[in-house]
């Protein structure tokens, strides 16, 4: 647990940092987005070779444990918790959780529900997920409720969008763009969250299983990038590195769309055990 924490603080996963350089191929010589985005690769390839966090804000730890019902599920929360406090002392992760009644600092980023561990029954391996979420980032998440009449969207495939894009105008300047956006239809006001946030593990370069929203992801693509919001808000023609929807059933009284919006450091990495605990694979 300490190895996959560590690595997802401190080595941005290949397909974000792959489209980041197709980004800054994309970006006019000389403009403040090619800069930007130059900037921001020269940071990537700093924090890897000398294994320091990629962003000042290292985020809070959500895990996802995936496998048998077993005890040893129980050892991994423990170990979760264990590596957090000693890379938090390391200073691989900042001293991110604070306590809303005191207003303390816990300085180990564990406290209440947090980290937030989720058990997910699987009959296969066990599988960890883990993410580090930028606060910044998850400042710009939200959550519409359809229909929507200032956005003029309906309880349908052009409401999503509409709603979508509206996040992405709401966070320009804000939650460190080029963004990823994690996107929930339908569900309850809990579960969207989740669900949304849940696409953010999806790779960049994977096709929706649903032609629907496969091209409902690829028409959002363009048109964010079409807003000329940019890298960090300053102008560019890359605003989103992608977006990747799921979908949940609704209350038929109820419509929700919700965005998980994170920012070019999305940091997440999921691996699977040996029945020992050790790490077979990188997913
Ligand atoms: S939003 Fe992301 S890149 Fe910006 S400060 Fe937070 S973690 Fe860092």
């Not at 800069?35 to 294994?51: K, P, Y």
């Not at 890379?87 to 406290?111: A, D, F, S, Y």
């Not at 947090?114 to 997910?120: D, G, M, R, S």
Request: proline share 5%; with cysteine; glycine share 10%.
């Amino acid at each position: 647990m300490y190895d996959l924490i560590c690595k997802t603080s401190t080595v941005l996963p290949e397909d974000v940092a792959f489209a980041v350089k197709k980004a800054l191929a994309r970006e006019e010589k000389g403009s403040i987005a090619k800069t930007t985005l130059d900037i921001i690769l020269q940071s990537i390839a700093l924090s890897s070779e000398r294994g320091l966090p990629i962003c000042q804000d290292t985020g809070t730890v959500l895990a996802i444990i995936e496998g048998r019902p077993s005890k040893s599920v129980f050892r991994l929360e423990e170990q979760i918790k264990d590596a957090i406090k000693k890379l938090t002392k390391k200073g691989i992760l900042r001293q991110n959780c604070v306590c809303p009644l005191t207003e303390k600092n816990t300085r180990t980023n564990t406290g209440m529900h947090v980290p937030q561990i989720h058990f997910e029954p699987v009959d296969g391996p066990t599988r960890i997920s883990i993410m580090l979420k930028g606060g910044g980032s998850e400042n710009m998440s939200t959550q519409y409720s359809l229909p929507h009449s200032k956005l003029q969207a309906g309880r349908d495939m052009e409401g999503v969008r509409r709603c979508v894009l509206d996040a992405v105008f709401q966070a320009q300047g804000k939650g460190c763009a080029p963004g990823i956006l994690g996107v929930c239809i339908g569900g309850d006001r809990a579960s969207g969250y989740f669900i949304a946030k849940k696409q953010l593990f999806r790779k960049l370069n994977d096709k929706n299983p649903s032609p629907l929203l496969a091209t409902l992801e690829q028409t959002i693509l363009k048109e964010a990038n079409g807003l000329g919001i940019g890298p960090m808000g300053l102008g560019g023609k890359t605003t989103l590195l992608g977006v990747k929807i799921g979908y949940a059933g609704r209350h038929p009284a109820c419509y929700f769309v919700t965005v998980s919006y994170s920012c070019w450091a999305t940091r997440r990495y999921v691996v699977e055990l040996t029945e020992k605990g050790d790490i077979k694979k990188w997913i």
